[in-house]
C-alpha cells in the first residue's frame, strides 16, 4: 500500500492563479480531510468528505473547493490564489470520523 | 486549532523525561490522541486513549487523561535525540481538532 499520496510537493503560485492539489489514498478509506498547517496554529480543517459523493466545509474553508466522485481520490482546488494561502497542506484519510487518521507528506504552497 | 491548547516549546537533556501537556474544551471528546510530526514530513499517530481511560502505556511512553480538569499528558521516559520534533495532541468528536503543536528539543 502506497498510503496517502499527494502531488505536488512543491507549489509556487502567483496572486490569482487557480491550481488543485492531489490527493489519494489506496486504504479504502471513507473519510477523507484537508488540512492547513501555519506556524503557532497547528493543523486547521479546510474541508471533509465522509464518502463518494458527498463533502462538507471544516473550520477554514473559504477560497477553496473539493469534490469526490471516488473513494480514492480528494483534490482541493484554489480557484483564486492569494498570499494568506501560503502553507503547507495535509490531506489525511481514515475508515471514520472519530478514528485514526493517515496522514499525506504535505504540500508546500507559497503564493507570490 | 483553539479548542485545544498546548504550549508551543519544550526543551530536555537526552535520558531526562519529557512531558508535554494539553487542555481540551470540549468533554464529549470521544477519543484523545497525540501525532509526531518530524521535518517535511505529515503526522503520524503515536497513541491515543478513550475517552473512559485514565492512562496508557505504550514502551516508552505514558498517557495520563484527566477528564475532570480535561487536561492530557503525554510522558516520554529516556528521550532520544531521534523524539525531537512537533508533538500534537488532538480531540474527536464529529471531527478531529489538533492543537498547535509543541516542538521538542532534545539536547545531547
Known amino acids: 500500500n502506497a498510503g496517502v499520496t499527494q502531488t505536488p510537493k512543491f507549489q509556487v503560485l502567483k496572486t490569482g492563479q487557480s491550481m488543485t492539489l492531489q490527493c489519494a489514498q489506496d486504504m479504502n478509506h471513507e473519510y477523507m480531510s484537508w488540512y492547513r498547517q501555519d506556524p503557532g496554529m497547528g493543523l486547521r480543517l479546510i474541508h471533509y468528505s465522509v464518502g463518494a459523493g458527498i463533502t462538507d466545509q471544516g473550520e477554514v474553508p473559504n477560497g477553496y473547493n473539493v469534490s469526490r466522485s471516488t473513494t480514492e481520490d480528494f483534490p482541493l482546488r484554489l480557484l483564486s490564489a492569494a498570499p494568506s494561502q501560503t502553507s503547507v497542506y495535509f490531506c489525511a484519510s481514515s475508515p471514520g470520523t472519530v478514528n485514526e487518521q493517515f496522514f499525506g507528506p504535505g504540500t508546500r504552497l507559497t503564493v507570490l | 486549532g483553539e479548542d485545544v491548547e498546548q504550549s508551543l516549546f519544550l526543551s530536555v537533556r537526552e535520558g531526562d523525561s519529557s512531558v508535554i501537556n494539553c487542555t481540551y474544551t470540549?468533554?464529549?471528546?470521544?477519543?484523545l490522541y497525540w501525532y509526531k510530526q518530524e521535518p517535511g514530513a505529515g503526522l503520524q499517530l503515536l497513541t491515543y486513549?478513550?475517552?473512559?481511560?485514565d492512562m496508557k502505556q505504550d514502551q516508552r511512553l505514558t498517557v495520563l487523561l484527566n477528564k475532570k480538569d480535561k487536561h492530557l499528558s503525554l510522558r516520554i521516559a529516556d528521550t532520544q535525540t531521534g523524539d525531537s520534533a512537533i508533538y500534537f495532541c488532538?480531540?474527536?468528536?464529529?471531527?478531529?481538532?489538533f492543537g498547535a503543536g509543541t516542538r521538542l528539543t532534545v539536547k545531547p
Open positions: 486513549i478513550f475517552s473512559n481511560m
Open positions: 470540549d468533554s464529549s471528546s470521544t477519543y
Open positions: 488532538a480531540e474527536s468528536i464529529t471531527d478531529m481538532r
